[in-house]
């Protein structure tokens, strides 16, 4: 099936199907990056949605596309922990079983919270790609249904829910800066704005240790990467894992992304550090990539009106508090412009 087979109509549709279920999160005004980037610049915190990431909507989406035999049977994952959790959360809704791949490097706020939601945890190898091979074997041998983490149209659209709620809160975003990994929050975020309007610029922020999308999209094909330990855990990873091929992302990246940009892990640590000083929020190294993009003024171009995507807040307090404690008071070295 082509990329765009995906319209936002199947946005719509996720919308519908994961009404009531998915936390409307806030956009919030951040005066400091308004007064840093000379634009006003909004963020939308997923990261004090259910579970606490974005990953819930996709993961609700697909899992209430099941069949009622693919539901008897269960579903299956691997995920570097926020993916997981939700598709644990979602099984636990519809009462299916859900067995979760996690690698030994997925934090432990992430793993003890999958347990809680009932699921079944198998933890094999040394990073998300190892789980997600893993994955493929036990989904064969027991006959569950695959859930992807980004590279499925329900996971896709459902996160794209994310960008309906920006364009009803903000009408007037032109800019939108998105945290990116496999590309499913990206390519569902940029397919509701774009189809509202193609001059919306959307932009993409990874970290700079093993940046498999960022790389492919400059090679023009899905590249291989060997995975990197990163602060952003979330975001680190293969495009395949899962499957041999991308089908969607890597496609609907090509097509609706403007810029994708690099930030490397002292700006994330930093970013969270801000976010937590400036904002008391929390957030993971994931979620934070956008705000560190900002503060580094990382994007070619920017808009008057830029929403920042914060992802997800699922750190270990042990290390948000080692964080903190080694960068905290550093933003003060930003000038405005
Ligand atoms: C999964 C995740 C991402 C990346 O999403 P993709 O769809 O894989 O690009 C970003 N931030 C957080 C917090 C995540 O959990």
Redesign the pocket.
């Known amino acids: 099936m082509p990329s765009s087979d995906i319209t936002i109509r199947d946005i719509y549709l996720a919308r519908k199907r994961i009404a009531g279920m998915v936390r409307r999160t806030p956009l919030v005004t951040s005066s400091l990056l308004t007064e840093c980037v000379g634009a006003a610049v909004y963020l939308k915190l997923e990261s004090l949605q259910e579970t606490g990431?974005?990953?819930i909507r996709g993961a609700l989406n697909k899992i209430f596309s099941l069949t009622e035999d693919e539901k008897a049977a269960g579903v299956i994952t691997a995920s570097s922990g926020?993916?997981g959790r939700g598709v644990a959360y979602a099984a636990r809704k519809l009462g299916i079983h859900a067995v979760i791949c996690l690698s030994t490097r997925a934090p432990k706020t992430k793993v003890e919270a999958i347990r809680r939601l009932g699921a079944e945890v198998v933890v094999y190898g040394k990073g998300y790609d190892d789980a997600a091979e893993y994955t493929s074997r036990l989904q064969k041998e027991r006959g569950l249904t695959l859930i992807h983490?980004?590279d499925d149209p329900f996971v896709i659209a459902g996160?794209g829910t994310i960008g309906l709620e920006l364009l009803e809160d903000l009408p007037e975003i032109d800019t939108a800066i998105v945290?990116?990994?496999?590309?499913?929050?990206?390519s569902g975020i940029a397919l509701a704005l774009k189809s509202a309007d193609p001059a919306i610029r959307v932009i993409g922020v990874t970290m700079d240790r093993a940046p498999v999308m960022y790389h492919s999209l400059r090679a023009g094909k899905p590249m291989e990467m060997k995975e990197e330990e990163t602060i952003a855990d979330?975001?680190a990873g293969g495009l395949f894992g899962l499957t041999p091929v991308n089908h969607y992302t890597f496609r609907m990246c090509q097509q609706y992304v403007d810029e994708t940009v690099l930030v490397s892990e002292e700006e994330i640590a930093e970013a969270m550090t801000f976010t937590l000083e400036q904002h008391h929020l929390v957030v993971?190294g994931?979620?934070a990539v956008g705000i560190a993009a900002v503060l580094h003024q990382r994007t070619s171009k920017i808009g008057q009106n830029v929403v920042v995507v914060v992802?997800?807040g699922n750190v270990d307090l042990p290390l948000l508090l080692k964080v903190a404690r080694s960068h905290s008071g550093k933003e003060a070295d930003l000038h405005p412009i």
């Open positions: 990431a974005f990953k926020n993916h983490g980004f996160a945290p990116l990994s496999g590309g499913g929050a990206l979330a975001l993971e994931a979620g992802t997800g």
